[in-house]
Nanobody, 119 residues
């Protein structure tokens, strides 16, 4: 089995920063891409940012310049640094990983961590 565990969510004020972490564990041979998605109340889940094992990144256009994704391949961990947070960033943030495991290719998801931006 492969597990993704997110951490770092919480309640912050507009303009604050927050750093999310996601650690993958289990019978992992390698992880290709890792990504963060988010789902706001009443909305569909959307891609926030993605990063390959080589460090190539991709961001939602609306978030470029405020959010930064990074990863530590040795620790199977991905991070999301969120700056200048806005109320519209309020959502549950999910970690995703494209994993090669003993069971083959897996599309793994974390349980989500809630980020609330409110004054």
């Amino acid at each position: 089995q492969v597990q993704l565990v997110e951490s770092g969510g919480g309640l912050v004020q507009p303009g604050d920063s927050l750093r999310l972490s996601c650690a993958a564990s289990g019978r992992i041979f390698s992880i290709r891409a890792m990504a963060w998605y988010r789902q706001a109340p009443g909305k569909q889940r959307e891609l926030v940012a993605a990063i390959t094992s080589g460090g190539n990144t991709n961001y939602a256009d609306s978030l470029k310049g405020r959010f930064t994704i990074s990863r530590n391949n040795a620790e199977n961990t991905v991070y999301l640094q969120m700056n200048s947070l806005k109320p519209e960033d309020t959502a549950v943030y999910y970690c995703n990983a494209q994993v090669l495991s003993q069971r083959g290719n897996l599309d793994a998801w974390g349980q989500g961590t809630l980020v609330t931006v409110s004054s």
